[in-house]
């Protein structure tokens, strides 16, 4: 069975940069599409960036546009998320998750999830 554990996050002032990473165990990291999702304090779990097997990216929301980034390096059966210019509501517990060969935006599309690291953006 799959397992993923998240690991990266901690506390930045706003404007830092954070890289996170999604190291998986129990099979090929190469057969899932990977999503990073959040989820903040009272609020639903959030889709941030998602990348496929053949490795096309999405972005499910648009407050992260041109400052997160998502890629995966198979050969370490790891996906990163790079956090770039952090904001206070960035603020959020990060979670990666596996999925089948295409991208979703929702929990719904993926079967295995990490336990998340906590990310904190404040001054």
């Known amino acids: 069975q799959l397992q993923l554990v998240e690991s990266g996050g901690g506390l930045v002032q706003p404007g830092g940069s954070l890289r996170l990473s999604c190291a998986a165990s129990?099979?090929?990291?190469?057969?899932?599409?990977i999503g990073w999702f959040r989820q903040a304090p009272g609020k639903e779990r959030e889709g941030i960036l998602c990348i496929s097997i053949s490795g096309e990216t999405t972005n499910y929301a648009n407050s992260v546009k041109g400052r997160f980034t998502i890629s995966r390096d198979n050969a370490k059966s790891t996906v990163y998320l790079q956090m770039n210019n952090l904001k206070p509501e960035d603020t959020a517990i990060y979670y990666c998750?596996?999925?089948?060969?295409?991208?979703?935006?929702?929990?719904?599309?993926?079967?295995?999830w990490g336990q998340g690291t906590q990310v904190t953006v404040s001054s």
């Open positions: 998750a596996a999925g089948g060969y295409y991208c979703s935006g929702s929990t719904a599309g993926y079967d295995y």
């Open positions: 129990g099979m090929f990291l190469d057969y899932y599409a």
